[in-house]
């Protein structure tokens, strides 16, 4: 398996167990689209950002797909937005306007919806200019949760001792999809810088073996995606 995939998975997987009793607060709008120059791209988030400002929508987050890896059959992207929103949007019928705006700039258009919980304010209102960034998608077996629990938390306190570690920006439990089969979940995490995952992955052989013997029990299928972001 991947080195990249096996170090992720102990964070991404770990917000799913420290969110069970977390309460929603805000919903999360995650999209991925294929854009055929920087220019355009630029004028799409300009007018995404406006059209969804009326449904009380803030970006947090947009920039460029890095590349990505998973059996999530996904169609080519290169860039990503992540909104913050104070309601459920896909099912509102403001929604269709500004999508078909969207899709008639880009190609490929896929967008997520959920409940955002555990969710790191103080992160996610920062800069991420400077982290390397991964989306997490993800769908789970279910065959054991009990366990998979205790498997989650022994990652997590394996993990919080290292250096270079990872920080969960937010855990969305996604209810609604847009050019996809919806997931179970979608978790966005980062790095300070992409040093620290690079020395993270290369010092922790210990957890990447834990890792491996995690998704072999309780994932079906999962991709990552990694972004550099422009805010």
């Known amino acids: 398996m991947n080195l990249l995939i096996k170090t992720t998975v102990s964070v991404l997987l770990f917000a799913l167990w420290s969110a069970q009793s977390a309460k929603a607060e805000t919903s999360a709008l995650f999209g991925v689209f294929q854009s055929d120059s920087d220019q355009n791209y630029q ?4 007018r995404l950002e406006n059209l969804v400002k009326k449904q009380g929508c803030t970006l ?3 920039g460029k797909i890095m590349g990505s890896q998973g059996n999530y059959k996904l169609p080519p992207v290169n860039q990503f937005f992540l909104l913050k929103c104070n309601m459920n949007v896909l099912a509102n019928k403001l929604a269709s306007s500004w999508i078909e705006q969207l899709q008639s700039t880009t190609k490929n258009l896929v967008i997520l919806e959920g409940a955002f919980l555990n969710l790191e304010q103080s992160s996610i209102t920062g800069s991420g200019t400077s982290r390397s960034y991964i989306f997490k998608l ?4 279910n065959i054991d949760p009990s366990q998979r629990t205790e498997d989650l938390i022994e990652l997590g306190e394996m993990v919080e001792t290292r250096e270079h570690k990872y920080t969960t920006e937010a855990f969305v439990r996604v209810n609604n999809a847009f050019g996809m089969n919806r997931p179970d979940e979608l978790v966005v995490i980062h790095y300070d810088s992409k040093e620290d995952g690079e020395k993270f992955r290369l010092n922790n052989a ?5 890792i491996g013997e995690f998704n072999q029990a309780h994932l079906t299928q999962f991709s990552y995606l990694f972004a550099q972001s422009n805010r």
């Open 138 to 141: 993800s769908d789970y077996n």
């Open 206 to 210: 210990d957890i990447l073996s834990n």
């Open 60 to 62: 947090r987050r947009e």
């Open 43 to 46: 004028k799409t988030i300009s």
